[in-house]
């Protein structure tokens, strides 16, 4: 049995979409749990047995927990291999493994200081210098990505829709709350659009009731 937790437009939004691929490549079920994070649901003793860290996703594979969307699309990529969502040949997924590592331990990271400078420092002016400062890195980091999807064909691995191609969308659509117009980004905006057009995105973006554009102009 596979369970998500996951809180709606939050990084779950990766592996929820994986496992819409797989539902609809293999037929396999899971339950979408929703976590509530403006409530405090993911501090409560109940969710902390679950995940101590105190954050989503946590995909429950009969009972087991698993945090970290790295750890947990590996797992589903292993348990799923007939749904081919990373390269099988050593040196092309190891590439591919860069990418989305960088994506989770540093645009990730970097927009968390943004979003949630209260995480990293006390006193309304350093949060303040935090946001400023963080804004910029991840304007530098989203330019990168943007450069990345000019090989993609038209998905980042190739004909279908994936992983990667779910963090993408995530990471510009948190850009707009760190004041980063997606028009400013021609080239990765038209992408997600491509992206959030496939049925699997499609559908986790209406369970989770998501506006893909989340800035606001001045
Ligand atoms: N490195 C973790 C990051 C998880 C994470 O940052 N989750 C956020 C949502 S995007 C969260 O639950 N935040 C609530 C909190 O930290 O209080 C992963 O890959 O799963």
Redesign the pocket.
Known sequence: MLELYY?SG???FIPHVTLEIIKTATGTEYTPKPVK?HRGE??TPEFLAINP?????VLVVDGQPL????A?CDYLDRRFPQVGLLPTEPWARAKVMSQFAWM??TV?PTF?HVF?PQ?FADGEAAQAELRRFNSLQYRACLERIQEWIGEAKPFWLGERVGILDAYALTLLRWGGFAGIDPDSLPAYKAFVARVAATEPVATIIARERIDLNTFKKA
């Open positions: 809180a939050a990084c779950s994070l993911h501090k860290n105190g954050q989503v996703p945090s970290q969307i790295v947990i989770n331990n990730h968390t949630m995480k």
